[in-house]
């Protein structure tokens, strides 16, 4: 018998397969049921290291289906949930906002209801064996809008969404909030900066260059290229959520970031430079670079401010963008050169 269960959700995703990699190591007697949807962004090829652990197990399943849930709880009795499915690309939130409100939103809201039914007698008085369950909403700095040349995000950043992607995730963040403070549930949440590393989507931004580049074609950039984003590796990432999970206060909100400001033009640059030096071809990968129309309401620059969570947590990232970036381009040749 493991000593819990933890229902994470979207653990097919980059983030949550990386997450549950991570916990799976560290954590020899918790059991991890991972729900995913399998849409675009989930991919059951990120966790086939750990598809045969015996303290994994996967299901097919979507965090808006009530009964599914229900029947998850009352079968694993979890003690913990770590939420990390959300439909995340904001070109895809710009085109089709509908499936974003009805998972990032409503799904958040049903995981948590359930939550709270299952592990509640009533508003602050959990169920007997309940008292340290605790329900973990990760979260995105897209929340806060856009910051000018200056400032960081902290976590008393107003928040100021500007995409149907962020409104999204900005209500769930609410609807987190709102259940700690009305009915007493033990709830966190995380907003973390951009992430990068192995297991991404080909979709995104770092992921897309390394691909165009091995490819021979253009390498898309918006606007002018002078975007900027505070970049964190994802195994920095999973470490935080660990800590936050584990010993984060309830009801608080942690940033996590990794100090790595970082424009877009410049990573298409560095990505160019370093694949010259590792796989070098006749012409340099930069010329492959061309910019292309901006997207609406394109936020310029995100840069968190994580010393809550150092000083209150002791977490540190370990990579800096040029340590991490070069771990990322290897992992990337393996899988697009197979």
């Not at 165009?212 to 290229?225: M, T």
């Not at 584990?246 to 990505?271: M, V, W």
Request: aromatic content about 12%; hydrophobic content about 30%.
């Amino acid at each position: 018998m493991k000593d819990k269960s933890i229902l994470i959700t979207g653990g097919a995703g980059f983030i949550g397969s990386n997450f549950i990699e991570h916990f799976l190591g560290k954590y020899q007697n918790t059991k991890i049921v991972n729900i995913d949807k399998l849409t675009y962004a989930g991919e059951l090829s990120n966790l086939k290291q750990i598809a045969n652990n015996e303290n994994y197990e996967f299901i097919k399943g979507d965090i808006c289906d009530v009964q599914l849930l229900e029947g998850l709880f009352k079968k694993y009795n979890f003690s913990g949930v770590i939420h990390f499915a959300a439909e995340s690309h904001v070109d895809n939130s710009i085109k089709n906002p509908d499936a974003f409100i009805n998972t990032n939103v409503y799904g958040t809201y049903n995981l948590l209801n359930i939550a709270k039914n299952h592990w509640m007698l009533e508003p602050f008085l959990f169920k007997e064996g309940c008292e340290n369950n605790r329900f973990h909403h990760i979260s995105t700095d897209e929340v806060y809008g856009t910051l000018g040349e200056e400032g960081l995000f902290t976590e008393k950043t107003p928040y100021a969404p500007n995409s149907p992607y962020s409104a999204s995730k900005a209500s769930s963040d609410f609807i987190v909030r709102s259940y700690y403070h009305t009915y007493g549930i033990n709830a966190i949440t995380t907003n973390c900066s951009n992430n990068y590393g192995p297991k991404q989507h080909d979709e995104k931004l770092i992921p897309t260059i390394i691909k165009k580049a091995l490819e021979g074609k253009n390498i898309p950039i918006y606007g002018n290229g002078r975007n900027i984003r505070d970049w964190i590796y994802v195994e920095d990432h999973c470490k935080g959520i660990d800590l936050a999970f584990c010993k984060g206060k309830a009801g608080e909100t942690y940033n996590i970031g990794g100090k790595n400001e970082r424009d877009n033009l410049y990573i298409a640059h560095k990505i160019c430079e370093i694949l010259d030096e590792i796989r070098p071809k006749k012409e340099k990968y930069s010329k492959q670079i061309k910019f292309v129309k901006d997207r609406p309401g394109h936020d310029f620059r995100y840069a968190i401010d994580a010393s809550k969570i150092e000083n209150d947590l002791g977490w540190k990232a370990i990579e800096n963008f040029e340590s991490g970036i070069l771990k990322t381009i290897k992992w990337y040749l393996t899988k697009y050169e197979k």
